[in-house]
């Protein structure tokens, strides 16, 4: 039983494919066409998953799509009558789904009478809950999906058992957690897609300043669901309003917050001015009144469902602050959050729907990593790096058996280089997790800037994450619950801050990955290796790229590492060094960490 799973024509194009109930491959389409948030027909991403479970489209059983344009159809018509840009937009993608059949047969050259796949439409958030519950280790469990929007809603919840799931609710637009986290972010002067994590990061630097304006913002209705002060946005009266960016392609949501807003908070910040304590104190705000609003909503689901697990997927669930101060404030004890939590994890999500609450086929598969995407053999690796650097070019090259190979890279980070990790297959989601990363030294203070003004580019104010062994969470944080995708944020133990200033955050968290031997064992290994050097079980990890998506093919390594001023390159059994002398090794002495944007 061939299930394959399509996000389509929209941000976060991706595919994946289930065999048996088995995940096989997952990818999303911009690793694959290196268009940051790529959307269209995923049709690189699909020919990969085909290719993985070793089938030709028309062999597919079943084809699931997360996006039911039915869905809701009396409240879209009731806005639509409103906004006759909206009713256009809407038009546009009814139209767009149903020739998904046809778009098909023209991207892979076959007749659509070809294709006898059964197509499915599932909700969109029907979409997200089942990527995140059915791929759970949980037989029961509550399960959240919170998100800007999908199919009209923002946000549903359920309670899910073995291979069923019953909806308990859901808040329809324009009452949304991720445009409300969205219009601030924009009124902050970040108005790109995806922004909101810099504002998440800025958070840290502020105080609650505003809280009781935010209260107004969005706030708890009743126990479980939550409301927009309508009067501070602008999309439910314009809707919003997606166009794609000319020069890469990438998407640009319109403006979500209203005049009244800059009435009530003052005028919104440009891009281009300076941050002041007033913008931080502000995103501080934001986060602190989502906060509020998360605890009031889990804390009732957990009572509803009588759960201590929960599942959570949608663009909120990357929320790692909150995810991590909701694990002391609300009753769940264990959390569970698929890597891709966001809109690529749809196409996971709309596969297993199909699986479990379709075909009612019992659950066989837990997602214990984010190994899901394209590999290279050593040999492929190897011919690139011969086209790349066809002569010495000051690259000193060794190929290494893995003990030496891992002995090496550890020692490169312990003397503060910064070393690209390329390994196995690419990871599932937005996180590096020790397969297409760059790892460095935790104990420097300094690597932050290093990173920062050598490699990554990034706004300073942003922080690094850490990799810890599993094994050592509590040595270093005040909470060990597992947090393998990078999905949790934690207090770094007061002791343990000066010991690992690199990926602490100014209040003192850091997002951290705890990495586990049994199902991430090269990574594992690394990290021990450089415990055993240093006596730090944990290293800096930051994805494999520059402004770009995350490399996939080791072409792309090889670019950002050259391009870039890492020092150090592991790709499966081989290692690149440039001969120069490191920067870092120069002067890490002469950097400071900055602590206020
Ligand atoms: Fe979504």
């Excluded at 929209?10 to 096989?24: F, K, P």
């Excluded at 690793?31 to 790529?38: D, E």
């Excluded at 908070?265 to 995103?283: C, D, F, I, Q, S």
């Excluded at 040999?379 to 190979?405: F, H, K, M, W, Y």
Aim: with cysteine.
């Amino acid at each position: 039983m061939i299930i394959l799973g399509i996000n389509a024509y929209h941000a976060n194009a991706s595919a994946a494919i289930v065999a048996d109930g088995r995940l096989v491959a997952a990818v999303e389409e911009e690793r694959l066409n290196r268009v940051k948030y790529a959307a269209g027909l995923p049709s690189r991403a699909i020919q990969y998953c085909l290719d993985c479970a070793g089938v030709k489209l028309t062999e597919v059983d079943h084809i699931a799509i997360p996006r039911d344009p039915w869905a809701r159809w009396g409240t879209k018509l009731r806005y639509a009558m409103r906004m006759p840009r909206f009713a256009l937009d809407r038009a546009r993608v009814m139209a767009r789904f149903a020739g998904i059949r046809e778009d098909l047969a023209k991207a892979f050259d076959l007749p659509p009478a070809s294709i006898t796949a059964q197509f499915h439409r599932i909700e969109h958030h029907r979409a997200h809950l089942a990527s995140a519950f059915f791929v759970s280790p949980f037989d029961r469990a509550a399960v959240l999906s919170a998100d800007g929007l999908g199919d009209f809603a923002s946000a549903m919840w359920a309670l899910g058992e073995g291979p069923g799931m019953s909806v308990l609710g859901e808040t329809t637009f324009p009452h949304s957690l991720g445009m409300y986290y969205t219009a601030l972010t924009q009124y902050l002067g970040f108005w790109k897609f995806g922004d909101e994590y810099k504002v998440m990061g800025l958070a840290a630097y502020g105080q609650p300043e505003f809280l009781d304006e935010f209260r107004r913002m969005v706030y708890a209705d009743g126990l479980l669901s939550f409301r927009l002060g309508l009067e501070y946005f602008s999309h439910q009266n314009e809707g919003p309003d997606m166009t794609w960016r000319d020069a890469d392609r990438t998407p640009v949501l319109g403006r979500l917050f209203s005049a009244y807003l800059e009435k009530r908070l003052g005028r919104a910040r440009k891009a281009e001015e300076p941050l002041e304590a007033r913008h931080r104190n502000l995103a501080a705000s934001m986060q602190a009144a989502l906060e509020e609003v998360l605890v009031s909503h889990w804390n009732a689901l957990a009572k509803s469902t009588s759960q201590k697990n929960l599942c959570l997927a949608g663009g909120v669930a990357f929320n790692c602050v909150a995810n991590g101060k909701m694990l002391e404030r609300t009753p769940f004890e264990k959390i569970y959050v698929q890597p891709a939590a966001g809109d690529a994890g749809l196409s996971v999500g709309a596969a297993y729907a199909v699986e479990h609450s379709i075909l009612g086929r019992p659950r066989n598969f837990v997602m214990e990593h984010a190994s899901w995407g394209p590999r290279y053999s050593n040999l492929e690796i190897a011919q690139a790096i011969r086209q790349r650097v066809p002569n010495d070019d000051g690259i000193q090259l060794e190929e290494l058996p893995e003990e030496t190979l891992v002995q090496a890279a550890a020692r490169e980070i312990a003397d503060g280089r910064v070393l690209g990790w390329y390994q196995g297959r690419a990871e599932w989601g937005p996180r590096a997790l020790g397969n297409r990363s760059i790892v460095a030294d935790p104990r420097r203070a300094e690597m932050k800037d290093i990173l920062n003004e050598r490699i990554k580019h990034r706004e300073m104010f942003r922080p690094f994450a850490p990799s810890i062994l599993e094994e050592a969470t509590a040595e270093y944080f005040e909470r060990t619950h597992p947090s393998p995708f990078m999905t949790f944020a934690y207090a770094v133990k007061p002791e343990k801050r000066a010991v690992i200033p690199a990926p602490t955050h100014v209040d003192g968290t850091a997002r951290l990955q705890t990495v586990s031997r049994r199902t991430n064992p090269l990574y594992w290994k690394l990290i021990r290796t450089f415990g055993d050097l240093t006596g730090v079980p944990v290293v800096v990890n930051t994805s494999f790229n520059d402004n770009e998506p995350i490399v996939c093919r080791p072409e792309e390594a090889l670019e950002c590492f050259f391009r870039t001023k890492m020092d150090a390159l592991v790709m499966g059994n081989l290692m690149l060094r440039r001969k120069k002398t490191s920067a870092a090794r120069e002067r890490p002495a002469q950097l400071t960490t900055r602590q206020t944007p």
